[in-house]
């Protein structure tokens, strides 16, 4: 069974210019959620995709968008990037439909604007 | 709006004791859930309440009252690995979207 994986782990990027972040969900899992964690700080919820579509949405602007394929990877945008975009992007996955709570994270995108 | 207030920081001895205490507002709650995070690393589950009442796992205990909105992560016999943020999260459905905490940044020494 292969754990959540991230990828890039380390990326700097522009301010007004565009990024994707890719998570491969843990193997039976059909739900991630992404999130945001500024340093110092507990993670932000940004939105969830269970079965292909969006399933809750946090306080994020629109230009934060996402993805979610067949074989349940997903795909975080962002559009316009900013300075307070800086932060660690954390995706997890889980199995909703069942009694299962927990949530299984990756090692996280760690994006740098400058 | 949603809150979870937690300390910021508590330093402890190995051996010792430490309660992280979690208060919380949320316009749903299903259940309280405690991850543990090291520096860059990815938060870990360590445990869940839905109902009232404690709930132990080894060396780590939570306690859940849904009257008080009120729940705490206890960690016994504190070991120098212990050292890391200790982050209280909210759920309202199963699956669902989780609301953290600031996080409790916990200091071992020796």
């Known amino acids: 069974e292969t754990g959540v994986t991230q990828s890039p782990t380390h990326l700097i990027k522009t301010r007004g210019q565009q990024v994707t972040l890719r998570c491969s969900s843990q193997?039976?899992?059909?739900?991630v959620s992404w999130y945001q964690q500024a340093l110092g700080q507990g993670p932000q919820f940004i939105f969830q995709?269970?079965?292909?579509?969006?399933?809750g949405r946090g306080n994020f602007p629109p230009r934060f968008s996402g993805l979610q394929f067949p074989n349940y990877s997903s795909e975080l945008n962002v559009n316009a990037l900013e300075l307070d975009d800086s932060a660690l992007y954390l995706c997890?996955?889980?199995?909703?439909?069942?009694?299962?709570?927990?949530?299984?994270f990756g090692p996280g995108t760690r994006l740098t604007v400058t | 709006g949603q809150s979870l207030e937690q300390p910021s920081e508590v330093t402890a001895v190995e051996g010792a004791i430490v309660q992280i205490n979690c208060t919380y507002q949320?316009?749903?709650?299903?259940?309280l859930s405690w991850y543990q995070q090291h520096d860059g690393g990815a938060p870990t589950f360590l445990s869940y309440?839905?109902?009232?009442g404690l709930e132990e796992t080894g060396r780590f205990s939570s306690f859940l009252s849904r009257s008080d909105s009120y729940g705490y992560l206890l960690l016994q016999e504190l070991q120098m690995k212990d050292s890391a943020s200790y982050f209280c999260?909210?759920?309202?459905?199963?699956?669902?979207?989780?609301?953290f905490g600031g996080g409790t940044r916990v200091l071992v020494k020796p």
């Open positions: 997890a996955s889980s199995l909703v439909g069942t009694s299962s709570y927990e949530q299984y």
């Open positions: 193997s039976g899992h059909n739900t």
């Open positions: 995709y269970y079965r292909e579509e969006e399933n």
């Open positions: 949320t316009s749903g709650f299903y259940g």
């Open positions: 309440n839905a109902l009232d």
């Open positions: 999260a909210v759920s309202e459905a199963a699956g669902n979207k989780l609301t």
